[in-house]
């Protein structure tokens, strides 16, 4: 009898695609973990963001471009994460 907490996608899933689950919502996990690494990083380079913008020179605001690729790289590994790790999550 299929487990009827499951989606209806994934009650009928041989061992193969049910490892391939894991492994991909492993992934999204992963992606999970480092998007909230880089918000940390983040936070840390917004102490630095406001006087770099404004003491340095002309278009020379190193912490600035650090501060926005964090941003890019928390956005994109955190949707690439949650659109991985969705479905109903396994119990350890």
Request: net charge negative; charged share 15%; with cysteine.
């Amino acid at each position: 009898m299929a487990n009827t907490l499951l989606p209806p996608e994934e009650r009928n899933l041989t061992p193969e695609q049910v490892e391939a689950l894991d492994k991909r919502r492993d992934l999204g996990h992963t992606f999970l973990v480092i998007a909230g690494q880089f918000t940390v990083l983040a936070c840390v380079l917004l102490l630095w963001v406001g006087q770099d913008l404004q003491y340095s020179p002309g278009w020379a605001h190193p912490m600035a471009y650090y501060f926005a690729l964090a941003l890019i790289l928390i956005t994109v590994f955190g949707i690439a994460g949650l659109i991985l790790r969705k479905g109903t999550p396994r119990i350890d």
